[in-house]
């Protein structure tokens, strides 16, 4: 089975940065596309961003510019440097597939506040 495991939240106060990392396990070959997702709370889950095996990205417009997500095809891993973090950007972080998402993870608390 396919099990992502997210980490790297955490409280921080606007500006601030964050690193989040994920590991998908159970997949022995690269996965196509990755993707960050956020729920915050009283809102639905969105894609935050997604990154393909070609390095190919996309990014809501809110973070561009702010955020950046990489990976690392060959460990299935998947990372989402967050710079200038604002108050909005509070909610639980998910890392899953693209378009069509497996089981989720607990994902990762992110609060900014000061």
């Known amino acids: 089975q396919v099990q992502l495991v997210e980490s790297g939240g955490g409280l921080v106060q606007p500006g601030g940065s964050l690193r989040l990392s994920c590991v998908v396990f159970?997949?022995?070959?690269?996965?196509?596309?990755l993707a960050w997702y956020r729920q915050a709370l009283g809102k639905q889950r969105e894609l935050v961003a997604r990154?393909?095996?070609?390095?190919?990205?996309y990014y809501i417009d809110s973070v561009k510019g702010r955020f950046t997500i990489s990976r690392d095809n060959g460990e299935n891993m998947v990372h989402l440097q967050m710079n200038s973090l604002k108050h909005e950007d509070t909610a639980v972080y998910y890392c899953?597939?693209?378009?069509?998402?497996?089981?989720w993870g607990q994902g990762t608390q992110v609060i900014v506040s000061s």
């Open positions: 899953n597939y693209w378009p069509t998402g497996r089981s």
């Open positions: 159970g997949v022995p070959f690269r996965i196509p596309q």
């Open positions: 990154a393909g095996t070609d390095e190919s990205t």
